[in-house]
């Protein structure tokens, strides 16, 4: 009978080993379970009913946002739901036509009968879009979002157009300077669609989402954390009179503005600096003058353009890797222990979203033409770095360095080194490490600048002139060259300090001290008095 209590069976069958005491911890309850699920005294486990506490909390945002939207709905249309006008108004008042966007996604999604959603239909649906977070899913999202839903799934080059048109406006409303146009911002779309499409009238979504991730990973995903943070904290941006007692819903103004300068978004369009040509200056057209342009004229004007505008440096901010466009940060503090060590933590974090500066490093047109104009200015950057060689036939390419131009007879840069050709077509002709040479001096070598991995066969060939570039075993005449710095702002004084000690250097070396006797043997003594100044050594006696 002493061991009457030493073991018991589960319900299960299975035997429940008692704590150390001898007597099982189990409790009586007569009036059955509890309404939660699991008896008193136990713990709960991470599960069932805990996981879906969790989902309502995680997204108790939308849930509120589409009773606030319903309400506007009821008072506007005397519809019981949430339709595309009231949606895009509210929830992207920026950018309406992306809000328009997106609903009918939402709407196609569920399959609703009506142009309205309801409630329901409309968190479930919110709640589904959220939880993505594979980027191909992100990606294969937006390119099905911007094509014609209510037919095939193929995507047509204006649909693509469209959704890159989106991107840049988003980015750009962003930038630091306030939001940006760029007058060749069709040229630029219009290449990355020429080249993804090859004039073919329609692709498969699945095709030009590879092809995008292949060639413009970047552009994208920063469309997605706008969604997503415009569902998840309009509900506390949008204002109500008849909710000012709610506080679920009513916010201060300084929340609001917090909300609204803070979208996660990397900020990955560089500032161009203002040293570069005259970005924002319209050049004269055809039809700005009473006479028709010259063969000359048009090639003086095409020369004139710049060669990195604006809608150029956001398409490379988004295909090159990200340490072309990383943003800048401030160093730490020097004394941890300061007082205002918390609003230089905060400071900290702002300046994180501010973008890189690309500074102009050396321009053809301004700077002069030729290897040793072109060594002067780029040799010494120890920063990642871009040239761009325009060409005859409206060629441009761009040949992306991430290290040092060092003149060497080896090939140099790391696996982000890049060649691409950004018109007519955009194409990212190859990214591979040990890619880039340039030699001007070497013998027995191979001279000029030169990219692409295999010795044999370059992707890019600049003779030693840089006067001339082969692709593909044709030769174009380079019209123009830029050189921009892409490193952080120390980097570019570090060069600048080098040419100054250079410059020193030149002028001391040039003043050199003789005497007497090395004077009378000097060949400028001889060519002074073939110039009639016998006694040019008047003034020392």
């Known amino acids: 009978m002493g061991n009457a209590h030493s073991s018991k069976s589960s319900p299960g069958g299975k035997p429940v080993i008692p704590p150390s005491g001898g007597v099982p911890n189990v409790q009586q309850h007569p009036a059955g379970p509890s309404t939660n699920g699991a008896p008193k005294g136990m713990t709960r486990s991470a599960s069932g009913a805990d996981l879906q506490d969790r989902l309502q909390t995680q997204y108790h945002p939308v849930e509120k946002l589409g009773k606030i939207l319903a309400k506007k709905c009821e008072d506007a249309h005397g519809i019981n739901g949430i339709t595309e006008d009231i949606f895009a108004r509210y929830v992207f008042p920026k950018f309406p036509d992306l809000g328009s966007k997106l609903f009918k996604y939402l709407r196609h999604n569920s399959r609703a009968k009506t142009e309205h959603l309801g409630l329901t239909a409309f968190r479930q649906q919110c709640e589904k879009f959220l939880s993505i977070l594979d980027d191909s899913v992100i990606l294969e999202n937006y390119v099905k979002m911007f094509g014609d839903l209510n037919e095939t799934e193929l995507i047509k080059p204006d649909n693509l157009k469209d959704l890159l048109r989106t991107c840049y406006n988003l980015a750009m409303a962003h930038y630091q300077d306030g939001p940006q146009t760029c007058r060749l911002l069709d040229r630029t779309l219009s290449s990355v669609v020429q080249s993804c499409f090859f004039s073919k009238e329609s692709l498969s979504s699945g095709y030009i989402c590879r092809w995008l991730e292949n060639n413009v990973p970047r552009l994208v995903p920063p469309i997605h954390k706008y969604c997503v943070h415009a ?122 979203m501010v973008p890189s500066h690309w500074t102009l490093l050396y321009d053809s047109r301004q700077d002069g033409s030729g290897t040793n104009r072109f060594l002067h200015h780029v040799l010494g950057y120890r920063g990642p770095n871009l040239i761009l060689f325009r060409c005859d036939d409206e060629l441009l390419f761009c040949v992306a360095n991430p290290s040092e131009w060092r003149e060497t007879h080896l090939y140099i840069g790391d696996e982000d080194s890049c060649c691409l050709q950004l018109l007519p077509k955009f194409v990212m002709l190859e990214k591979k490490a040990k890619s880039l040479y340039l030699n001007t001096h070497i013998r027995g070598y191979p001279k000029g600048l030169r990219a692409g991995s295999d010795p044999r066969k370059p992707v890019l060939i600049v003779d030693e002139h840089f006067e001339k570039l082969e692709h593909r075993g044709l030769q174009h005449k380079i019209l123009s060259i830029e050189v921009w710095g892409c490193g952080n702002p120390s980097q570019r004084e570090i060069q600048l300090d080098i040419k100054n000690w250079q410059i020193k250097e030149a002028e001391r070396q040039r003043t050199v001290k003789m005497t007497a006797a090395d004077w009378m043997d000097h060949p400028d003594r001889y060519l002074l008095e073939l110039g009639g100044r016998q006694n040019y050594n008047n003034s020392s006696s």
């Not at 009179?241 to 009513?250: A, E, I, P, R």
């Not at 103004?253 to 570069?276: H, R």
């Not at 503090?333 to 900290?348: D, E, G, I, K, R």
């Open 231 to 352: 569902l998840s904290t309009s509900h506390r941006i949008i204002i109500d009179n008849s909710m000012k007692n709610n506080s679920d819903t009513v916010v201060s103004i300084s929340a609001i503005n917090a909300g609204e300068a803070s979208y996660g978004l990397e900020l990955q369009t560089p500032i161009l600096e203002k040293g570069s040509p005259n970005f924002n200056a319209k050049p004269a057209t055809e039809g700005s003058s009473s006479k028709p342009l010259t063969q000359a004229d048009r090639e003086r004007l095409i020369i004139q353009q710049p060669l990195l505008p604006l809608s150029e440096a956001w398409l490379l901010a988004g295909s090159l890797p990200p340490s072309y466009s990383r943003p800048q940060s401030i160093q730490p503090p020097l004394n941890s222990n300061s007082s205002n060590l918390a609003s230089h933590v905060f400071m900290a974090k702002l300046l994180s």
